[in-house]
């Protein structure tokens, strides 16, 4: 009785992972309403991608207003807030 076990508990573990990875995946947007805390949210998630470019690109994470960086941090969170739908204030 104990190899029958064995030799099930594979194959049983095989389907719960297969069942699991079905279940996984992107959420479609239109699955999702806007909240009162969307544009903070928002925000949020286009710093951290902002940060990402930063640092990919080699440059400072939160440049001063003089240089050319700080023109690109801001135009590149811009772009980001607009794919996510927002007007600029």
Avoid at 4 to 16: E, I
Avoid at 70 to 86: A, D, N, T, V
Wanted: proline share 9%; charged share 25%.
């Amino acid at each position: 009785m104990s190899v029958a076990r064995l030799a099930l508990a594979p194959g049983l573990m095989l389907g719960v992972v297969l069942l699991l990875a079905g279940c996984g995946g992107n959420p479609s947007y239109r699955e999702w309403t806007a909240s009162n805390h969307t544009p903070n949210i928002a925000f949020d998630e286009c710093t951290e991608e902002v940060d990402s470019i930063m640092r990919l690109r080699g440059y400072p994470y939160r440049p001063l207003p003089e240089t050319p960086q700080y023109r690109y941090r801001k135009e590149i969170l811009s772009q980001c807030m607009r794919r996510k739908g927002y007007e600029p204030d």
